[in-house]
């Protein structure tokens, strides 16, 4: 692979910098490698120019910088959804615009660029409110929500996470700083849910709350001589589950290490994760069949409080060089998770999990969005780790373990759960229908048309068929 090199001339960086209140960082200075730097350190980013923005008039002036030199435009916030590297760009890191505002009479929450999902739910929980979160703590919330944000504790009961945004602020790839809504440059904003960051830097998102505090919620555990019956229980509670109820199972191989809990090091393991929005008692009584399946090594399944979510998938927080896939399933048979990456089976996953979808997810918004591909009741998701800059050494399993369940894919997945391994225009139209893919492709001609902001999963823009 070749890397692209872009000099910066020094008088133009000079007045770039002079634009900009935070750091503004070139190859070869001391703290490049720290500014961009990504969560997933499967790629390493090498940008001609990389911006620290504090506030939206740095951002604006990067955008302005790059636009007049035409270069591209990356951003990260968190790092968690570095997939395409931005060599020769110029890269906005947004991590110091982290602020929060809760309206609590209006259950609504202001979020920077930057803001990460456990810090939006300790704001929320202060007034009595949650959001619609994922799984990790610390994914950011904007990237999160703009990918449609699927919610494995409230999804189910309110849809995705995109379906609540109710207004957002973008630097567009004029320099512009533009305020979107259902009013405002409404296909703006349609396509911004569900669109990612095809269309500029989105700066703040204005986002709905719920009035919930607590779940039942948590981890189940079990060893791998108890995989069929564990699999078999999860299969008759998803077929019965009310939608306040959303369950997931994950084939573990975790290493012996001693982050890892001492039962689970260096074994094969069944993890079923729970979250239930209603009283324990009900709780129990729903997922008795799957505590009945086999002696758990952990039980960690009790009422908590909404800010103690994180738990129940126990994501790494730690940044890892990370190499995954994804399916959304119109079904998945026992046998074929079990012969795809049961016990015995010899592949470099250390995770294969089945998501529940359906339910709320599965509904069209209020307003409309750019979220596609609502009817698979179920997704898969498997991920390896390895050294950074092996995608070709994980490329031929990962593909293998998804192949496996060819017969129940859709042969379609959420833009959240694309990869380093979708990054083609083709993998990126399967995120979406093709009506809903003309769509973004316009609003990103009418908004991007040089496609400045290509250092992502990237829709180009409509070409002009001509008179």
């Known amino acids: 692979m070749t890397t692209t090199t ?25 703290r490049y490698a720290e500014e961009t730097a990504t969560w997933n350190q499967a790629l390493a980013h090498r940008p001609a120019v990389a911006v620290g923005a504090t506030c939206v008039a740095d951002v604006r002036a ?17 790092g968690h959804g570095a997939f395409v590297p931005a060599d020769g760009a110029v890269l906005i890191n947004v991590c110091r615009m982290d602020g929060v505002t809760v309206d609590a009479r209006r259950r609504t929450a202001t979020v920077d660029a930057a803001v990460e999902t456990q810090c939006l739910i300790d704001a929320a929980a202060e007034h009595g409110l949650a959001p619609l979160a994922g799984s990790s703590p610390n994914v950011g ?30 630097v567009t790839p004029d320099g512009e700083l533009r305020r979107v809504d259902a009013h405002h440059e409404p296909e703006l904003f349609w396509a911004l849910r569900g669109g990612k960051g095809n ?8 986002v709905g709350l719920f009035p919930v505090t607590h779940l039942y919620a948590g981890g189940l555990f079990f ?37 890892v809990p001492e039962p689970l090091r260096g074994r094969f393991t069944v993890h079923v994760r729970i979250a239930y929005h209603g009283t324990a008692e009900e709780g129990a009584r729903l997922i008795a069949g799957v505590r009945a399946a086999g002696p758990a090594l952990i039980d960690a399944v009790e009422e908590m409080p909404f800010t103690r979510v994180a738990a129940i998938h126990a994501d790494p927080v730690d940044p890892l060089p990370a190499y995954e896939t994804s399916a959304l399933l119109s079904d998945f048979p026992g046998e074929a998770l079990l012969a795809a990456a049961g016990p ?48 070709d050494a994980f490329r031929p399993a990962l593909r293998e373990l998804a192949g496996a369940f060819e017969p129940w894919a859709t042969g379609h997945q959420q833009i959240n759960f694309l990869t380093g391994y979708d990054v083609t225009p083709e993998a990126v139209a399967r995120a979406y229908p093709p009506a809903t893919y003309q769509r973004l492709a316009a609003v990103k001609r009418a908004y991007d048309p040089r496609n ?8 180009p823009p409509v070409v002009s068929a001509g008179p």
């Open 6 to 30: 872009i000099t910066i001339e020094p008088a133009d960086l000079a007045r770039l910098t002079a634009e900009v209140a935070g750091p503004v960082l070139v190859p070869g200075d001391e």
């Open 62 to 78: 990067a955008v302005r910088f790059a636009r007049v030199r035409d270069l591209p435009v990356a951003v990260v916030a968190t």
């Open 141 to 170: 919330v904007v990237g999160f929500t703009l990918g449609g944000g699927l919610s494995p504790m409230l999804g189910r009961v309110h849809g995705y996470a995109a379906d609540h945004v109710l207004a957002a602020e973008i």
């Open 199 to 206: 269309f500029g830097v989105v700066t703040s998102l204005t």
């Open 223 to 259: 060893g791998g001589e108890h995989t069929r019956e564990v699999l078999n229980a999860y299969r008759e509670l998803t077929a019965t589950a009310p939608e306040e109820l959303t369950a997931s199972i994950a084939f573990l191989r975790l290493p012996p290490l001693p982050f």
């Open 344 to 391: 015995g089976v010899d592949t470099p996953a250390l995770m294969v999990e089945i998501r529940q979808l359906g339910g709320a997810l599965a509904r069209d918004p209020e307003i409309p969005n750019a979220v596609g591909h609502r009817g698979a009741p179920f997704q898969l998701f498997a991920g390896a780790v390895g050294a950074p800059g092996t995608h």
């Open 452 to 459: 400045m902001f290509r250092v992502n999963h990237n829709i």
